[in-house]
């Protein structure tokens, strides 16, 4: 079952920067970036289940600057993770309207790239061992050709809102 809004999801709150891409699109005729962490957290709500989820940057790194960072927004279990809970601050992206290889993204939503754009960019520039981990939480064994594979899945959408 993809993560549904009401779930609570369970975010690493130490990364590095292997898992950290830059995502580039167009918005009103001009380009834009982005930075965004990339983490495979566990979906407490549905069996600790594998989801793919990418955090904008600033959202995520330092002690927390804005109220939409991760420690204002996602108190710390015991074990140290955010629980982030989804609901209309978090976006997603699916393959489907079944909601297949469902990810979520927590950003400021005022930012409009194509789902296609998150899959693409941390597929093609992040390291094997996160890619790898990455590629399971969406249901592939193996690396090769995951890129493409998967993105082609995501190509036109912009992202939904919980």
């Given at each position: 079952m993809?993560v549904q809004?009401?779930?609570?999801?369970?975010?690493?709150s130490?990364?590095d920067?292997?898992?950290?891409?830059?995502?580039k699109?167009q918005?009103?005729?001009?380009d834009?970036?982005?930075?965004?962490?990339?983490v495979?957290?566990?979906?407490?709500?549905?069996?600790?289940?594998d989801?793919?989820?990418?955090?904008?940057?600033?959202?995520?790194e330092?002690?927390?600057?804005?109220?939409?960072?991760?420690?204002?927004?996602?108190?710390?279990?015991?074990?140290?993770?955010?629980?982030?809970?989804?609901d209309?601050?978090?976006?997603?992206g699916?393959?489907n309207?079944?909601?297949?290889?469902?990810?979520?993204?927590?950003?400021?939503?005022g930012?409009?790239?194509?789902?296609?754009?998150?899959?693409?960019?941390s597929l093609?520039?992040l390291?094997?061992?996160?890619?790898?981990?990455?590629?399971?939480?969406?249901?592939?064994?193996?690396k090769?050709?995951?890129?493409?594979?998967v993105?082609?899945?995501?190509?036109?959408?912009y992202?939904?809102t919980f």
């Amino acid at each position: 079952m993809p993560v549904q809004n009401g779930n609570v999801l369970l975010i690493p709150s130490n990364v590095d920067n292997s898992s950290r891409v830059t995502v580039k699109w167009q918005q009103m005729f001009s380009d834009k970036s982005a930075d965004y962490y990339t983490v495979v957290a566990k979906n407490k709500s549905q069996g600790n289940a594998d989801v793919v989820v990418f955090v904008a940057a600033e959202w995520y790194e330092g002690a927390g600057g804005t109220s939409q960072h991760l420690i204002h927004v996602a108190p710390k279990d015991v074990e140290g993770f955010y629980q982030l809970t989804v609901d209309d601050k978090c976006q997603y992206g699916q393959k489907n309207k079944e909601g297949d290889m469902r990810f979520v993204v927590y950003h400021d939503k005022g930012r409009k790239p194509y789902q296609h754009r998150f899959v693409e960019t941390s597929l093609g520039s992040l390291g094997a061992g996160v890619i790898t981990k990455i590629a399971g939480a969406f249901g592939y064994g193996g690396k090769a050709d995951i890129a493409k594979n998967v993105a082609s899945c995501f190509v036109g959408d912009y992202l939904h809102t919980f």
